[in-house]
Nanobody, 127 residues
Framework: QVQLVESGGGLVQAGGSLRLSCAAS????????MGWFRRAPGKDREFVAI???????YYADSVKGRFAISLDNAKNTMYLQMNSLRPEDTAVYYC?????????????????????WGQGTQVTVAS
């Protein structure tokens, strides 16, 4: 069983920063990869970032250079450091765990393929 709990969301001015946390229990940290997704109002859930167990990371073009994903194994917690936030970053952010191994990046950016999800945390960026 895998449990994921996000925290750290809130209201921030454009240009500001937030750090989201995803506390994991169960077998989450033994999975192949863990990622962040977001859902903006009226839009589908979209990929944000992913970190594989080996340490490699991959980001959506929209957040590359502004967001950074990291892992603290001692605390069983994954983080998403978000800098230079923009109003279009406003969304509910979710962390997800992916135990399966795929051969292409498109599988890892597909939210439908993730079996484990947290409840989400709201991020609102005011202009």
């Amino acid at each position: 069983q895998v449990q994921l709990v996000e925290s750290g969301g809130g209201l921030v001015q454009a240009g500001g920063s937030l750090r989201l946390s995803c506390a994991a229990s169960g077998r989450a940290f033994s999975t192949n990869a863990m990622g962040w997704f977001r859902r903006a109002p009226g839009k589908d859930r979209e990929f944000v970032a992913i970190r594989w167990s080996g340490g490699n990371t991959y980001y959506a073009d929209s957040v590359k250079g502004r967001f950074a994903i990291s892992l603290d194994n001692a605390k069983n917690t994954m983080y998403l450091q978000m800098n230079s936030l923009r109003p279009e970053d406003t969304a509910v952010y979710y962390c997800a765990a992916q135990p399966a191994r795929y051969s292409g990046i498109s599988y890892y950016t597909d939210a439908e393929r993730y079996p484990y999800w947290g409840q989400g945390t709201q991020v609102t960026v005011a202009s």
